[in-house]
């Protein structure tokens, strides 16, 4: 983890930063049986576990330029199937992440519920150890 003051907190509270890996499934076309994560070289995101989890997927969706609607998304753990709370923060949700650590899991960003072939964004932690969750 990485922990960095809150300047705009006027307790001076520490908050913890979560570094991932991220990258998308373009599955925009289902006929194409040849999709790769993208893009190659996945950039790294910061997510906060102390902000609801709506209010950084747009911030991951802009960085990776994904062709995909933001709209209509949710995110599924790997290791449980468990869908998280969007509305919520990681904070809020520590029990949902119980065992993804070990698990060596990842984190399904889901899009246009609707359709047939979901889109999907891997959300990897950068250090394969300590991998959490999306957002750890």
Do not use: M
């Not at 950039?43 to 995909?68: C, K, M, N, S």
């Amino acid at each position: 983890d990485r922990w960095f003051q809150d300047r705009d907190d006027k307790e001076n509270v520490r908050v913890c930063l979560e570094i991932c890996v991220v990258q998308f499934l373009d599955d925009t076309d289902p006929f194409n049986s040849t999709n790769f994560p993208e893009p190659t070289r996945p950039p790294l995101y910061t997510f906060r576990e102390d902000i609801a989890l709506v209010t950084q997927l747009a911030g991951v969706h802009r960085l990776l330029r994904a062709p995909h609607k933001l709209d209509d998304c949710t995110l599924q753990l790997s290791h449980n199937g468990t869908y998280l709370d969007l509305e919520s923060t990681l904070v809020e949700q520590r029990d949902e992440l119980e065992g993804f650590q070990e698990d060596a899991g990842y984190v399904k960003y889901l899009s246009d519920l609707n359709e047939r072939h979901p889109q999907l964004v891997s959300v990897e932690s950068a250090d394969l150890h300590q991998q959490r969750v999306v957002f750890c």
